[in-house]
């Protein structure tokens, strides 16, 4: 198997940075996810879907727009009206739930490539996530699993929230780059390690 | 009569403790009728109703203005004035307009403050120069001026510009032309009111238009919160409330939405720079008032409105262009925002015509172009009025040409008017 | 005498000393200190030139409506100008000078102007500088030669070229309650919402929350104000629902509650933290808000108002309480209200001699008398001042009895030493915000003061803000504010105790005092009462063309102070009353705020970067990148010492001799799935899509909704309901938005769904008579001759041990394959194939390369589809399905779309064998003294290596049927005239043998 | 500004696209009535008050909104997903002549 590519290669830098002499209130990583998968229901036929996600993920997806969960090795959330974003840490997710999405039921998009999955965890995740996306990422608001669309200029994001203090963001590989440096430049203030 | 406005005067004046000065125009009751009505006492309106007395001897005008003179676009624009369009009907149009205002504080015998310090247009890639470039050999095959700048000119003439090639969108070269600049925007509409009003032209404040009156199929007049006045022609120049006084008319539907477009001032700054610039990778553009203010927009809101008040994205976009430009602004403040509310046509052209409606006149349709176009679009519209037809400057601005393909899009983007 | 520090007192910390300059010169202060507060206590009267006349001046207040004293704060190279001395909190190494003087703030060479008086009357620009009629300096010069000199007399202070290195950020917030201001009112509204358990923000400008518990004399609950205020503050920074944002203006209330607050982060430090920011843009969404956000004191209008020395009750009862500062030794007070007393008694406490206080009001209640008596201050009721004295500082005034009901002076003036007069001409509601927000400002004539509106949106009013004077009203108000903007019941409840001097909150309705001599309304912009009545004397009556005219309330300080009285004093012109006259809207911001700020992260940064996955191979192998919107794309792979044109013309030669590969990852791809997709295509193209047999590609032509052309690309039909559709770069993002404005609004019952997968794919071209040839040596899994991969056909196999799509399409006229792997795999992918091509002389090409083979094969590209052209100009008209309506097709044959004189597609052939320009015309005959006579435009030109000639693509009109006459390039902005042959846009192999091969 | 999608509740305008009037109507396909194309793509109600809008949600969940928004004052009274049905609070004059 040939090992991909993180866009973010030349900008990774493993380490601590920024303010951390006073403490690390981040830590910013790629989960590079094997597979990332969109699902997307015809109208009517979402339940359909949700069951699909539950058989070939094993996960149950809570009801309610931008719902979500993630076990930690799969993860899953709505992100627009009968469309999911699934991921996984194996390759081959896509092809898995082509057997089972038929075209009745709705289509398959593998964007496994196509989209670069970043953590930010730490006790000032919320805050530096608030510099860039104008949703509200307190935890009554933005509930753990839950998923969002957001956008912070350019850069179009999907964000779940995996933990308590903890959120997997989903940037077109692309922008990744860009996308990652803001990040880090965003999280010196308070200290952040790469890992 | 009004005394001639000149240093003699002001010194004159001055002895006398400044108590001689007489208001700038008249302010009249209606009367019943009037051979013309221009609905909109802003710069174009009170441009028409001059040329109409001047021009085409024609006085028995009334202007009529719903608030204070000048509230609406001429009062709040960036105060650009230039002639650099790409398309011929454009060029031309606007080229007319330059010619009047190179000589209109004379004509008006009112310091409009035109002051041709030039309008460059910056370039960010090769392929953009070039696009310049055709915009510019369009100008120069029409008798305007434009010249083209390479970096290092556009550096001596604008020391704060950044042009450093690790900008983001370094500046390739630009696209000048020297006969543009800035003029007092107020003052345009002052002097048009003074110079119409010495000419006999009724100027009406807070007279606001309610409805029209008809003879038939015909535009007879209008009422008004100062009562019903007729007229043998009413001429409509309201751009920003086009769409509400043609509904008025029941006219309904228009190639036109209305849009908000925010503009900012800094606080007085020592001269900072002495051309008005525009950045080519988004939608930037700043001047420097003689008070020492720096001007400067960008993009329209992009969502219909007659609320004069904008939102946050704009205000943010603006800003980060202002300082992908000049870094050294950082530290600079915002004194001021306010909104006007554009007409935006289906084009991004104006429309001067006759019509749509029996012995009615229509100017409307100026995107966030109109106030450089006051005098040209004063000048053509009175003759449209006098002359029952356009003349040749004005005739491709039609209402019709939508419909019939004949639009004239400078920027190519279609009936999409957020995008003009 | 001078002002001076006390000896006790204020709120700053006597410990610290801190060391700063002002004008070169070294000063201290202590922590705690503003520049205001710290330089009057080293006696300093005189802080800046006013705009017009460059009058001296001092400071009027304390506070953000600072009209005088502006500084401009120097960080090494880095300016910022224009800051109020009393915004500015000092710090160790602080550097501040004066501005707008010349040579120095003592000498300033154009206070020559105040000579000009009246001749530089309000509006005397517009009635001179015209300029002669005829002669050299007829038209616009005249003007402009008097402007260069007026713009250098106007202008405060300078601006920098240096970029600021200092960090700018923006902040997303959401909460239940945003309190603005933290006075007495702010404090009890945060406090009451906090315990409702609502997310509270609280805001204020200044470093310290209290606001005017900091510096009254009252008491609260039996302790002095300042700590009642400072252990509510406590409470409440010990509570998470609670974010305090000292240092913060809310300077905008946009529309549904977004409100813009500017928090200055660091700038009272000498180095800010790592990473930390200068300024912090909070965009703040709250449930509701409450605007507890005070009152400005307005000064009164009288001749002198403007000497140093001169300055607003409050602001001295700050300077004294707040500061531990004494504005000068010997006080006067000028006053039409109950507040002044309170300043009387305070700077008497702090140790100063308060000489007089005159009051306009003829009757005086009893309570005032006894202020005065406490103050030891010889009342004089019934009287004004009429002037005053002195220079740089005051030395002292003249009292002359008043008639307030008809501004008559009466008797002899008589002199009074003093070098300090304060002045109070009552309160305006800060109602900035709530004005923004939307609604009109009432007059309230027994306030004399334009009070808040009925709110048009979420917020709650309370304290000075309402019109309530008292801290008593503003604690009630506060809590009752709070509770309800979090939802909560008003219940009883005991509030503090409060003790403080009496008074009326109802001024005598006077501004004015009109006697001989300058009366100043806006400090800054010099603008008189004299020039208030020129304006009305020349019609320019409405509260709008006063503004403008005058320039009444447009300095930096936007008429915080002077917009009422000069209301006022219109007012009494036109003989209306002041509601009358109008009131100004406000409008963002509330105070100035820094650019920086508003772009915040986008200083420096101003768009992301878009690179394609074989980015880092492109530069690692010598290419020059080219910026294409948001992408970076190779525009040469160049040699060492070639230009430009000979890396782009050795890389096309090179090309069609052997082979080239180009990245064209950046094309727009859009996955287009579902059982109603081929129908959906056949809608959106001109052409037919549901013919296209699975496995095989297919050019389309887009059309707007008007006719016009849109965009073009292949889509590929990669199984029965998926097709995957390509844009060009320029257009990805319009068309998918265009798709799915179809999908979702106007054909919502068909069933597709699309989705950009542009970054999901890396794509790399190879062509070129040895492409297939590089393929076979590097592709496992699939055959790719002529049978298995005819032209527009897609296989799939594998390279390099990663799964590939290939596609036979061609845009550089070769014989050519788009390759298209995933992403993470495209460098691996490209290597691969580079490696492969090496022993057939495999070139990397860029931009120019591609630009210049398919301006020889003719093809169109944005340059060409520019929204003004249609099918037919572009000869694409072959592409007009007639069997089914298209998007576009009921537009496209409008009469203007199809007429004879439209600009057409045709190929250029320079015949002098010199370069030609993007952006030349083209004319019939040159001339080159008078340009004229434009047919048309260059879009696009080369040298073309497989011509051996300079050619251009170009729009010229009627362009068809000048194929193969002769034309001119003119292109005056460049001076390139010459002779041209219009011929076919097809220049090169226009059979297509060399694609199909 | 902010604009509650049915989808992602409450977000900011900078997250939207507008689509413009929201009364247009497109004939169909294969309609040969240039008035009604004419309407359909330059004509627009511009009201003063209460607008019926088309807005894209395109920096969040794509889907196309209609929204009832008053332009003078930005108040928006109603959204709902634009697939859901075509509005008709303001039917324009063109489609009642055509």
Redesign the interface.
């Known amino acids: 198997m040939v090992e991909r590519q993180s866009p973010l290669e030349p900008e990774f830098h493993v380490g601590s940075h920024g303010n951390f002499e006073h403490g690390v209130e981040i830590i910013l990583t790629e989960t590079r996810p094997g597979s990332i998968v969109q699902l997307a229901a015809w109208p009517g036929e979402e339940k359909k879907l949700i069951a699909a996600i539950r058989t070939v993920a094993g996960l149950a997806l809570p009801d309610g727009a931008g719902g979500g969960l993630s076990d930690g090795v799969k993860s899953v959330f709505g992100f627009a009206p009968g469309k999911f974003t699934v991921a996984d840490e194996v390759e081959g997710l896509a092809a898995a739930f082509a057997k089972v999405v038929t075209p009745i039921i709705g289509t398959v998009t593998d964007l496994s490539h196509g989209r670069t999955a970043i953590r930010i965890a730490g006790p000032k995740a919320e805050w530096v996530l608030a510099k860039f996306f104008a949703i509200d990422f307190a935890l009554p608001a933005f509930p753990i699993g839950a998923g969002r669309s957001t956008t912070h200029h350019d850069v179009f994001a999907q964000i779940q929230r995996t933990g308590a203090d903890q959120f997997d963001i989903y940037v077109f590989r692309s922008f990744a780059r860009s996308f990652w440096k803001a990040l880090c430049h965003a999280s010196e203030e308070v200290g952040y390690e790469v890992q | 009569m009004m005394a001639e406005y000149s240093a003699f005067s002001l010194l004159a004046n001055a002895l006398k403790g400044n108590k001689d000065w007489k208001p700038a125009w008249r302010k009249p009751d209606p009367k019943a009728s009037y051979d013309v009505i221009i609905i909109g006492g802003g710069g174009h309106g009170l441009a028409t109703a001059y040329y109409l007395a001047k021009e085409h001897g024609i006085t028995n005008v009334a202007v009529l203005e719903k608030g204070w003179l000048g509230s609406g676009n001429v009062g709040r624009n960036t105060t650009a004035v230039r002639s650099n369009y790409l398309l011929p009907a454009n060029t031309r149009f606007y080229e007319h307009s330059m010619k009047l205002w190179e000589n209109l504080s004379h004509e008006l015998n009112y310091n409009v403050m035109f002051s041709q310090r030039g309008c460059l247009n910056l370039a960010h890639t090769p392929a953009q120069f070039d696009d310049y470039a055709r915009r510019g050999n369009a100008m120069r095959h029409l008798g305007v001026d434009a010249e083209l700048m390479t970096k290092a000119e556009i550096k001596r003439l604008i020391p704060a510009l950044d042009i450093s090639d690790s900008a983001r969108f370094p500046v390739v070269g630009g696209l000048m032309q020297r006969r543009a600049g800035t003029a007092r925007h107020d003052a345009v509409a002052w002097g048009y009111a003074r110079g119409a009003d010495r000419r006999g032209v009724d100027i009406i404040e807070n007279c606001e238009v309610t409805g029209f009156l008809r003879d038939g199929d015909r535009i007879s007049g209008v009422t008004t919160s100062r009562g019903d006045i007729r007229a043998k022609k009413v001429a409509v120049a309201v751009a920003g409330s086009t769409g509400r006084v043609m509904q008025l008319a029941g006219i309904d539907t228009m190639p036109i939405e209305s849009h908000v477009l925010q503009a900012f001032v800094t606080e007085s700054l020592k001269p900072f720079i002495d051309t008005v610039v525009t950045f080519g990778m988004g939608h930037f553009y700043m001047s420097q008032s003689d008070k020492g203010g720096l001007i400067y927009g960008g993009d329209i809101d992009g969502y219909n409105s007659y609320a004069q008040r904008g939102n946050l994205p704009v205000v943010d976009e603006v800003m980060s262009e202002m300082l992908a430009l000049f870094p050294g602004l950082a530290r600079v403040r915002m004194l001021r925002s306010w909104g006007g509310v554009c007409d935006m046509s289906m084009d991004g052209s104006p429309i001067i015509t006759t019509g749509p409606l029996p012995g009615m006149y229509l100017n409307c349709g100026w995107c966030y172009g109109g106030f450089k176009a006051t005098p040209a679009s004063g000048w053509c519209f009175a003759w449209t009025i006098a002359k029952d037809q356009p003349h040749d400057l004005n005739a491709p601005f039609t209402l019709d040409r939508f419909h019939r393909g004949l639009v004239i899009d400078d920027k190519g983007q279609g009936a999409n008017p957020r995008l003009h | 005498m001078s002002p001076r520090r006390t000896d006790t007192g204020g709120r700053i910390d006597r410990l610290k000393t801190i060391r700063f300059t002002f004008d070169g010169a070294a000063y201290t202060g202590h922590a705690g200190d503003t520049l205001a507060s710290a330089l009057l206590a080293k006696g300093v009267t005189l802080y800046g030139r006013s ?1 017009k006349y460059h009058r001296p001046r001092g400071l009027l207040t304390a506070g953000v409506e600072e009209p005088n004293a502006l500084v401009t704060v120097l960080k090494g190279e ?5 800051i109020p001395a009393t915004m500015v909190e000092i710090h160790d190494g602080l550097v501040a000078i004066s501005q707008n003087r010349f040579p120095s703030l003592a000498w300033d060479i154009n206070a020559v102007n105040q000579l000009g ?3 530089l ?1 309000a509006g ?8 002669p ?1 005829f002669g050299p300096l ?3 010069r005249f ?2 030669f008097c ?1 260069h000199f ?3 007399a ?11 290195p ?1 960090r ?7 909460c239940d309650v945003l309190v603005v201001g933290s006075g007495p009112a702010g404090l009890m509204a945060a406090r009451a919402a906090a315990d409702q358990g609502a ?1 509270v923000m609280l805001a204020d400008l200044e470093p310290r929350f209290g606001g005017s518990a900091n510096w009254s004399d009252e008491t609260i609950d039996g302790a002095p104000a300042a700590d009642w205020a400072r252990r509510t503050v406590a409470q409440l920074e010990g509570r998470d629902n609670v974010r305090l944002l000292p240092r913060t203006t809310v300077w ?1 209330y ?5 409100l ?1 607050a500017l928090e200055r982060v660091s700038d009272h430090k000498e180095q800010p ?5 200068r300024h912090r843009y909070w ?1 703040i ?1 709250a449930k509701s808000v409450v605007l507890a956000t005070g009152a400005f004191e307005r000064p009164l209008v009288f001749p002198g108002n403007d000497r140093p020395g001169v300055m607003l009750a409050h602001a001295a009862e700050r300077y004294a309480n707040e500061f531990g500062v004494l504005p000068g030794e010997r006080i006067a007070l000028f006053t039409n209200n109950d507040s002044a007393y309170r300043a009387a008694i305070a700077l008497k406490k702090a140790g100063a001699a308060v000489v007089a206080i005159a009051d306009i009001r003829p009757e005086l209640s009893p309570e005032m008398r006894k202020l005065a008596a406490e103050a030891e201050a010889e009342i004089f009721a019934g009287h004004a001042v009429v002037a005053t004295e002195g220079g740089k500082a005051l030395s002292g005034l003249k009292l002359q009895r008043f008639d307030m009901t008809n501004g008559a002076l009466i008797g002899d003036a008589r002199s009074i030493h003093a070098d300090c007069l304060l002045m109070s001409g009552g309160w305006s509601p800060t109602i900035h915000l709530a004005s ?1 927000a ?1 609604a009109k400002a009432e007059w309230n004539a027994a306030r004399q003061a334009f009070l808040p509106p009925k709110p ?1 949106q979420s917020w709650i009013g309370a304290g000075a803000f309402t019109g309530s004077f008292s801290t008593l009203e503003a604690l009630a108000e506060g809590r009752a504010a709070g509770l309800a903007a979090a939802g909560g019941q008003s219940t009883p409840a005991v509030l503090p105790v409060v003790e403080a001097v009496p008074g009326d909150p109802d001024p005598a309705p006077v501004f004015e005092i009109r006697a001989k001599g300058k009366s100043f309304v806006d400090f800054q912009h010099d603008v008189t009462a ?1 020039d208030v009545r ?1 304006a009305h ?4 009556v ?1 509260v ?2 006063l503004k ?2 005058t ?1 009444l309330g ?3 300080d ?1 008429g915080k102070s002077s917009n009422v009285p000069g209301l006022a004093i219109m007012a009494e012109a036109l003989g209306k009353p002041i509601p009358e006259v109008g009131t100004t809207r406000f ?3 509330f105070a ?5 700020s ?16 074989m980015h ?1 191979w492109h530069l690692a192998n010598g290419a020059t990148m ?3 919107g ?2 970076y794309r190779p525009m040469i792979y160049g040699h060492a010492g070639e230009t430009v044109e000979q890396a782009y013309v050795r890389e096309a030669k090179a090309t069609r001799d052997s082979a080239g590969i180009v990245d064209v990852s950046t094309l727009g791809k859009i ?1 287009v ?3 109603d997709a081929a129908a959906f295509l056949d ?1 959106v193209y001109t052409n037919m899509f549901s013919t296209l047999a699975v496995g095989k590609a297919r050019y389309g032509l887009m059309l ?5 052309a849109f965009d073009d690309g292949t889509t590929w039909r990669l199984g029965e ?1 998926d097709f995957l559709m390509t844009t060009t770069t320029a257009n990805a993002g319009k068309v998918m ?1 265009h798709l ?2 179809f999908l ?3 054909w ?1 019952e068909l ?1 597709v ?1 699309v ?8 794509g790399a071209a190879i062509g070129g008579p040895k492409a297939r040839q590089i393929l076979a040596a590097c592709v496992t899994g699939t055959a790719v001759d002529n049978a298995t991969l005819p032209f527009m056909g897609i296989v799939r196999g594998e390279i ?3 799964p590939v799509m290939i596609c036979r399409l061609s845009f550089s006229g070769e014989m050519a394959f788009e390759v298209y792997c ?7 992918v490209w290597e691969a194939l580079v490696e492969a091509g090496k022993p057939f002389g495999l070139v990397t090409y860029g931009l120019e390369a591609l630009g210049t083979m398919r301006i020889e094969k003719g093809h169109v590209t944005g ?1 060409e589809i ?3 052209t249609t099918a037919r100009d572009l000869h694409l008209d072959w592409m007009l399905s007639k069997k089914k ?2 998007i576009g ?3 496209m044959d ?4 199809i007429a004879s004189d439209r600009l057409e597609l045709v190929g250029l052939i320079a015949l002098d064998n010199k370069p030609l ?5 083209i ?1 019939e005959e040159v001339d080159e003294a ?5 047919i048309g ?2 879009t696009a030109c080369c040298y073309s290596p497989a011509l051996g000639k300079h050619i251009a693509l170009a729009l010229v009109k009627a362009g068809k049927a000048r194929q193969g006459t002769r034309a001119h390039v ?5 001076n390139r005239f010459g002779p041209v042959e219009i011929v076919s846009n097809h220049f090169y192999d226009p059979e297509g043998t060399r694609m199909h091969g | 500004m902010l604009i509650t999608c049915p989808y992602c509740g409450p977000r900011d305008v900078i997250e939207f696209t507008y689509q413009g009037d929201g009364n247009r109507e497109r004939p169909d396909p294969a309609s040969q009535n240039f008035e009604a194309w004419n309407a359909y793509v330059y004509d627009r109600l511009n009201p003063a008050g209460d607008h019926n809008e088309i807005w894209q949600h395109s920096g969040g969940c794509r889907t196309h909104l209609r929204v009832v928004r008053n332009t003078l004052t930005h108040e928006i009274s109603s959204v709902a997903f634009a697939h859901g049905g075509h509005g008709s609070a303001a039917r324009r004059k063109a489609e009642d002549k055509s």
């Open positions: 705009f880095v300016r910022e100008p224009n008086g009246k001749i009357s005397f620009y517009y009635k001179t500088f015209m300029g009629v007829k038209g616009t003007w402009m402007e007026i713009r250098r106007a202008g405060l202070g300078s601006a920098g070229s240096a970029k600021d200092a700018y950020e923006r902040m997303n917030a959401f997310r905008g946009y529309d549904n509650n977004t813009a933290g790592k990473g930390e920011p965009a969404r923004q939307g048009t004299e020129l004397r020349e019609g320019f409405s709008e063309h403008r005219y320039t447009m300095a930096t936007q409008r963002p911001p100035p705020v820094s650019i920086g508003l772009a915040a992260e986008r200083f420096g940064d101003l768009r992301p970067e878009r690179l394609t996955p880092d080219y910026s294409a948001l992408w996955a799935q579902g059982p809608r707007r909704e008007d006719g016009l309901q938005q799915e404005y979702d609004v106007i919502p069933k769904h989705t950009s997968v542009t970054d999901e794919w890396a390099a041990g990663v995933g992403a993470g795999h495209g460098t691996h340059a520019d929204g003004r309506p298209f097709s009921a537009m409008r009469e203007g779309l320009n993007g952006g030349a015309h004319v008078n340009p004229h006579g434009s435009h260059i003119s292109d005056p902005l460049r």
